[in-house]
C-alpha cells in the first residue's frame, strides 16, 4: 500500500481460508479498517455466509465469498477475476488457508505431499502469480501466513515444516520479483489457537508450550490479525520480512 494510506477504504482484500479461526479474525481486522473483502473457503460454506451476513450488515455489499479447492491450481486466476468482477480491483492477497498434521518418516505418502505442500505452499505462489498484475497496477501488497517452526522444525510434522519453510523463501523471492510496485511480507504465528479435534494438544501440552513462550501465555486471533494489519497499512518500506507473532516461543525451544 501507499505510505499514505491511513486506512483500508476503497482497498479491496482476497483473504484464502477466511472463513473461520484465524483467517475471520483477519477479515474483521481488515473490514473494521474500511476494506471491501472476497473471502474464500473450501468447505466451511456455513462460517462463510455467517462471517459475510455479519460483516454486510456492518456495511453493505462489502464482503463477497468465493469457493475453491486450492490443490487444482486451474481454479486460483478465477479467484482474482470474480475479485475484480465484484468490487473492481485487488488491492492484497493474503495466503492465510492452510492444512496441517503430523507425518512421521515410514508414514509419509504422496497425498500427505499433495496435500501439505499444495496448499501451504503450491496454492500460495500460484495465486500470487495470478494476482500479480493487479497487484502491480495498484501498488498493492501479499502477506503469507506461515509458522513459528520454520526454523526449527516441530517433531514429526516433516512436509508441514517443509511446506512453511517453502513459503519464507517464496514470500523472499516475490518480494524481489514484484519490487518495486508490489510488497510481500509473511506473519509466523506461535501459539494462538489450538488446533481442532487433535488429542495430542491436551492439557499436558498445552501447559508446556505455555511454559516455553516467553510471555507465559497464548496469543490471540486477532494478535495475528493485527500483526496482517500493521503490514499491510503501517509499513510502507517493509518487504521481505517475516514478522513472528509467537509470544517469543521460537526463542525459547
Known amino acids: 500500500m501507499n505510505s499514505d494510506s491511513k486506512n483500508l477504504t476503497t482497498k479491496v482484500v482476497l483473504i484464502t481460508g477466511g472463513a473461520k479461526r ?31 451476513a455479519e460483516l454486510n450488515l456492518q456495511r453493505a455489499n462489502s464482503v463477497a465469498i468465493i469457493q475453491g479447492d486450492l490443490l487444482n491450481i ?26 496441517y498434521y503430523p ?6 505418502n504422496e497425498e500427505n505431499w499433495q496435500d501439505l505442500m499444495g496448499s501451504n505452499l503450491k496454492a500460495p505462489m500460484f495465486l500470487a502469480q495470478a494476482a ?12 503469507n501466513i506461515t509458522d513459528m517452526h520454520i526454523e526449527r522444525p516441530k517433531k514429526s510434522y516433516v512436509v508441514y515444516s517443509m511446506a512453511k519453510a517453502g513459503l519464507v523463501t517464496l514470500t523472499k523471492s516475490l518480494a524481489q520479483e514484484l519490487s518495486p510496485e508490489v510488497r510481500v ?24 508450550v505455555i511454559s516455553q513462550t516467553l510471555l507465559k501465555r497464548v496469543g490471540e486471533a486477532s494478535d495475528i490479525a493485527k500483526a496482517v494489519k ?4 503501517d509499513a510502507p518500506f517493509v518487504t521481505g520480512h517475516v514478522l513472528a507473532v509467537d509470544g517469543g516461543r521460537s526463542l525459547n525451544l
Open 22 to 52: 484465524v483467517g475471520a479474525a483477519i477479515c474483521r481486522e481488515l473490514h473494521a479498517s474500511g476494506a471491501n473483502l472476497m473471502i474464500h473457503y473450501k468447505t466451511s460454506i456455513k462460517e462463510a455466509r455467517a462471517l459475510q
Open 74 to 99: 486451474a481454479v486460483l486466476p478465477s479467484l482474482v477475476h470474480e475479485t475484480v468482477h465484484q468490487f473492481g480491483q485487488l488491492d492484497v492477497l493474503i495466503n492465510n488457508a492452510s492444512t
Open 103 to 108: 507425518t512421521e518418516i515410514g508414514q509419509v
Open 132 to 143: 500479480a498484475p493487479q497487484l502491480r497496477k495498484n501498488h498493492g501488497c501479499i502477506i
Open 185 to 208: 511480507n509473511a506473519v509466523a504465528p506461535g501459539p494462538v489457537l489450538w488446533p481442532e479435534n487433535n488429542p495430542q494438544f491436551d492439557e499436558v501440552y498445552r501447559q508446556r
Open 230 to 233: 500493521f503490514l499491510v497499512v
